[in-house]
């Protein structure tokens, strides 16, 4: 089954200890983004990679650093949670880098960060 | 930048009914838009996609208009269903790359 795949679902952490929510897609999918989505903003773009070590800066980049060392993984990473990092987190991947595809989202990761 | 809106951030429909979502883009270069639903405790799910150089596409029980005249999207959901019920966004993309820009979301209601 095509899929985007996101760990951990839930997690509960405090300020200032690092963790990494994994993303893998099986889709061969060379585009892959990192989005947060909060209450009246919608989903803004956290980062994004066109393809194996390519990645970029998307809205909110602050706080947030990303890797694509293999086409199947996006891991996001905070270095240094804050409260204010506290959100909805999504991965997406699409198809081909050219734009007019859809792009395929994962089932979210709530972070809570006290 | 680009902007994306929908009109109203709640929608009640009765079961049967059809529903229309409407959404508002701002930017003249965007060349793709896409809506999404999303489920509670779910990533958005892809429903359907329209390009800039058509102005109607339909899927199964979803019809997506585009007048690009007043930047405006709707979707409409035919006979709409309990199982319809969820939050819908739109999204464009301004010419070239992947880019994505998000509307806030419409949370359709169905009622029995």
């Known amino acids: 089954e095509a899929q985007v795949t996101q760990n951990p679902r839930y997690l509960i952490t405090v300020t200032g200890k690092k963790l990494t929510v994994t993303c893998s897609q099986n889709m061969n999918h060379e585009y892959m983004s990192w989005y947060r989505q909060d209450p009246g903003l919608g989903l803004r773009q956290i980062y994004y990679?066109?393809?194996?070590?390519?990645?970029d800066k998307g809205d909110v980049p602050e706080g947030y650093k990303v890797s694509r060392k293999e086409k199947r993984n996006f891991p996001l990473i905070l270095e240094s949670p804050s409260p204010n990092q506290t959100s909805l987190y999504f991965c997406?991947?699409?198809?081909?880098?050219?734009?007019?595809?859809?792009?395929?989202f994962g089932d979210g990761t709530r972070l809570s960060i006290l | 930048g680009e902007n994306v809106g929908l009109h109203l951030p709640t929608l009640s429909v009765q079961e049967g009914d059809n529903s229309i979502i409407n959404c508002a883009y701002s930017?003249?270069?965007?060349?793709?838009f896409i809506w999404y639903k999303q489920e509670s405790g779910k990533g958005p799910q892809f429903i359907i996609d329209?390009?800039?150089?058509?102005d109607k596409r339909q899927g199964q029980r979803v019809t997506v208009l585009l007048n690009k005249t007043v930047k405006h999207l709707s979707l409409q959901i035919a006979a709409t269903q309990p199982g319809d019920s969820a939050v819908y966004f739109c999204?464009?993309?301004?010419?070239?790359?992947?880019?994505?820009?998000f509307g806030t979301g419409t949370q359709l209601k169905v009622e029995l």
């Open positions: 999204a464009s993309r301004k010419g070239g790359g992947n880019k994505l820009t």
């Open positions: 997406a991947s699409s198809s081909g880098t050219g734009g007019g595809q859809p792009q395929h």
């Open positions: 329209i390009r800039s150089n058509m």
């Open positions: 990679s066109m393809n194996v070590e390519v990645t």
């Open positions: 930017n003249s270069a965007s060349d793709y």
